[in-house]
């Protein structure tokens, strides 16, 4: 069975600094591997999909990183601001029969004081 | 990119109700998700529900407590049957998008008091 697991559960930054989200899973056959950002009770906003056969998917300040044989990915967030304030989470799609479930992880919440 | 509307977005409920939550696309999509989200925690996938066929139920939920409709392929509904507090958790649902990315509605807040 899956697991996904994300390091650390929060964080708290000052506003500009350069900060690395990680999250590892067990089971290295993936499909692929999602970022996902949630705001305080509502929704999940996709943020960086990357698929198995990928290394790295970039959007304006936010780069992942996948490494499938070790079981992880990296979120990288550049110059922090004062609204990347949420939880991150990771999840990822096994693909095959399981094609589309997403298994999560715990997620990290961010903070960044102006 | 697909857009999806959950409705509604929150409710307040008495034990032993149940409540029905809706939840529309803006395209065709083949399946359809729905996941739980328990308070403080992370989100757990509920059932699968595809166009044309019973819904396909993870472990630890059973039809009966979690109905699923899914009528074409735009629409789905979720009930949460004979509430307890145990049930109050943020509903979501989700789909996936052309390239595998998935989606998810706002969520509903589910609070059983």
């Known amino acids: 069975k899956q697991e996904v697991t994300q390091i650390p559960a929060a964080l708290s930054v000052p506003e500009g600094e350069n900060l690395v989200l990680n999250c590892s899973f067990t089971?290295?056959?993936?499909?692929?591997l999602q970022w996902f950002r949630q705001d305080p009770g509502k929704g999940l906003t996709s943020l960086l999909l990357?698929?198995?056969?990928?290394r790295e998917q970039t959007s304006g300040r936010l780069n992942a990183s996948l490494d499938k044989s070790s079981g992880r990915s990296t979120l990288y967030i550049a110059a922090s601001q004062p609204g990347d304030s949420a939880t991150y989470l990771c999840?990822?799609?096994?693909?095959?029969?399981?094609?589309?479930?997403?298994?999560f992880g715990q997620g990290t919440i961010l903070t960044v004081h102006p | 990119s697909a857009v999806i509307s959950q409705k509604p977005s929150r409710d307040i409920c008495q034990r032993g109700t149940s409540l029905t939550i809706q939840c529309q696309v803006d395209?065709?999509?083949?399946?359809m998700f729905w996941y739980r989200q328990q308070p403080g925690q992370s989100l757990t996938l509920i059932a699968t529900?595809?166009?044309?066929?019973?819904?396909?139920?993870e472990s630890g939920f059973v039809i009966d407590k979690f109905p699923i409709s899914r009528p074409n392929l735009t629409f789905s509904t979720l009930t949460v049957s004979n509430m307890s507090p145990e049930d109050s958790s943020i509903y979501l649902c989700?789909?996936?998008?052309?390239?595998?990315?998935?989606?998810f509605g706002q969520g509903t807040r589910l609070t059983v008091v």
């Open positions: 989700s789909v996936e998008g052309s390239g595998t990315e998935a989606f």
């Open positions: 089971d290295s056959a993936i499909y692929n």
């Open positions: 990357i698929q198995s056969s990928q």
């Open positions: 999840a990822v799609d096994a693909g095959g029969t399981s094609y589309g479930k997403l298994t």
């Open positions: 395209s065709q999509v083949t399946m």
């Open positions: 529900a595809n166009q044309g066929s019973e819904a396909t139920y």
